[in-house]
């Protein structure tokens, strides 16, 4: 019965006829990070390369996204001590728009929940371990418009797994912190 009532409340929603899909692939860096992980090449707080993509829905000014995103280097420095140091994110995104009349260049909102994937090797397989994390992230950026159905996109979001700090040692519980400054381009259908 609920599941008829919602959608029903959903087909009536004059936005629906406005929808559409969206592609969004992105690059950027990372800053500020922290991670509870054993830290073998000194990374915590560095800047590192992400890259990522999401698909999208949105009908207005609202809209849903699934964005995966790649981080090859989270825990991976200079030396050879650390052989693989990746986090990969899959975060499912809500997004708010301010509407397109107020102008051409739109600022947004953007907020979620998901999980990071974060694979550690060292060199003496002493530390090795795979670990998914839950994880939330919020944010905001800017869409610019450069073809009629396509956008500009920049924004910095900031994400997080979990509360708390590692021990001094590194020892303590796993998470990770950090900002991300991305900038890529959105393609509507």
């Known amino acids: 019965m609920k599941v008829g009532v919602l959608t029903v409340a959903l087909l009536m929603l004059p936005a629906l006829a406005s929808a559409e899909w969206t592609v969004k692939p992105f690059a950027g860096l990372t800053y500020g990070g922290s991670h509870g992980f054993v830290d073998l090449d000194g990374t915590s707080g560095r800047s590192k390369p992400v890259f990522g993509g999401a698909i999208g829905w949105r ?47 739109r600022p947004y909102l953007t907020g979620g929940i998901g999980s990071v994937r974060v694979s550690y090797e060292d060199s003496l397989d002493a530390f090795t371990s795979t670990t998914l994390l839950a994880a939330a992230n919020v944010g905001g950026g800017v869409l610019i418009p450069a073809a009629p159905r396509t956008e500009f996109v920049a924004d910095v979001r900031y994400l997080r797994t979990r509360d708390g700090d590692s021990s001094p040692g590194g020892f303590g519980e796993p998470y990770l912190a950090y900002w991300r400054a991305s900038a890529g381009v959105l393609f509507r259908f």
Do not use: F
């Open 59 to 105: 009908a207005s000014s609202i809209g849903v996204e699934l964005e995966i995103t790649g981080d090859p280097k989270r825990l991976k420095g200079s030396s050879d001590l650390v052989v693989t140091g990746r986090a990969t994110s899959v975060m499912l995104n809500a997004t708010w728009a301010m509407p397109r009349r107020l102008g051409p260049i």
